[in-house]
């Protein structure tokens, strides 16, 4: 039996190598010879998973360690017989991290009061509604926009949410977040989302977030839009953006990626928490249908970041906003990324294969001082576990 798989799948090696031959290769460098004679593909979203790649293959099942399937091409898959997988939500809380490290950088550039500020949320599945979650935890206004969960609650299947319209969230957010699927056809199509007509809606002062897929943005429309306001160089004016994912990955426009406030090379779910239920899920699925002894593995402890996972905070003449802003920058500080990125845009790829160990708020334990009851309960509802 013979496996092939991503060589920057995390914590994989040594898994299926006792019950099978296991060739790693670089996501790009998967194609059709190589997956001739395998029985499996373990793949991320550099795989363009399709009959270019497959046909004539072996290959009985794909496990995809990534929340999205946009790389599968699913139809052909299931006409041909192969069963696969995506690990929706494996990163759901990593990202919400990363939203809420950017939320604390925008505070403190801009003078922001999250109190008195609206997050708008644009897809609400798993990650989108983890990021909710994190919006309302800092104390903001949230507004959400699914159309797909809006009409399943009009079919009476969920109530549990209140949805309002696209152009609404636009309107009448100070900042818009996106965590949508990339779909190409039918009723909820993605692709350029966030078009020439709409960008030209954002207003000043205005940000947009992107982190589920590049091309649910029109990245020329975006960077005209941005470089076209007459207050561009004041970023307190211009309307802007923070972008984790780009057209064209990883050949990403150097203009765009100067344009916004901050831009990182697609890590917002790259936590080692996140890559782990990734890796968890592709391999219990590929273990199922081969009929393996793996498939109810678990990845040993995961490493600790710099400085460990238990930190102090004395919250004595700070405001709440300033305790979680710290509590939250302590775990993942987004200007770090930014920086690095900006610094040589060819690193893109070698930024994320040699991403720094990131833990989850959830691994954090706080030792917190001089506090109120209100910003404990705001620090617990961000995940934080409180000594």
């Not at 190598?17 to 793949?43: C, H, Q, S, T, W």
């Not at 990955?249 to 928490?273: F, K, M, N, R, W």
């Not at 930014?338 to 060819?346: M, V, Y």
């Not at 160990?357 to 409180?386: I, Q």
Request: hydrophobic content about 40%; glycine content about 8%.
């Amino acid at each position: 039996m013979k496996i092939v798989a991503d060589d920057r799948i995390p914590f994989l090696r040594g898994v299926f190598e006792p019950f099978a031959e296991v060739v790693y290769l670089p996501g790009k460098a998967i194609d059709n010879a190589a997956v001739r004679d395998a029985d499996a593909l373990l793949v991320r979203t550099r795989t363009r998973c399709d009959k270019t790649l497959l046909e004539g293959s072996r290959v009985k099942a794909i496990a995809s360690a990534t929340i999205g399937f946009d790389h599968i091409d699913t139809s052909w898959c299931e006409s041909a017989g192969i069963a696969w997988s995506a690990a929706p939500g494996c990163n759901a809380d990593s990202v919400a991290q990363y939203v809420a490290s950017t939320l604390c950088v925008l505070a403190g550039r801009r003078g922001l009061s999250f109190e008195k500020m609206t997050l708008g949320v644009v897809g609400v599945g798993h990650v989108g509604s983890k990021v909710a979650g994190i919006g309302r935890a800092l104390g903001m206004r949230v507004l959400l926009n699914d159309p797909p969960r809006e009409r399943a609650q009009a079919a009476g299947e969920d109530a549990s949410e209140r949805f309002v319209p696209l152009d609404e969230v636009i309107a009448g957010s100070d900042i818009i977040t996106l965590h949508v699927p990339l779909t190409r056809v039918g009723e909820d199509v993605t692709w350029h989302l966030f078009d020439e007509e709409r960008l030209s809606c954002l207003r000043s002062g205005q940000i947009l977030i992107n982190t589920s897929r590049g091309e649910v943005v029109d990245g020329a429309a975006l960077k005209e839009r941005i470089m076209k306001d007459p207050r561009h160089s004041c970023c307190l004016c211009s309307c802007s953006a923070v972008l984790d994912v780009w057209e064209d990955e990883p050949l990403i426009d150097h203009g765009l990626l100067q344009a916004v406030e901050l831009g990182t090379p697609h890590i917002a779910g790259y936590s080692a928490d996140g890559k782990a239920a990734g890796t968890t899920a592709a391999v219990r699925f590929i273990s199922s249908v081969l009929g393996l002894p793996p498939v109810s593995w678990n990845p040993p402890s995961l490493p600790e970041p710099e400085g460990g996972l238990s930190f102090t905070l004395d919250a004595a003449g700070k405001s709440r906003q300033d305790v979680l802003c710290e509590a939250l920058l302590h775990t993942y500080d987004i200007r770090r990324d930014s920086t690095t990125l900006a610094s040589d845009i060819t690193s893109f790829e070698k930024l994320r294969g040699e991403y720094p160990v990131r833990r989850e708020m959830k691994s954090f334990t706080v030792r917190l001082l001089h506090s109120d009851e209100a910003t404990s309960a705001a620090l617990e509802a961000l995940g934080f576990r409180l000594c």
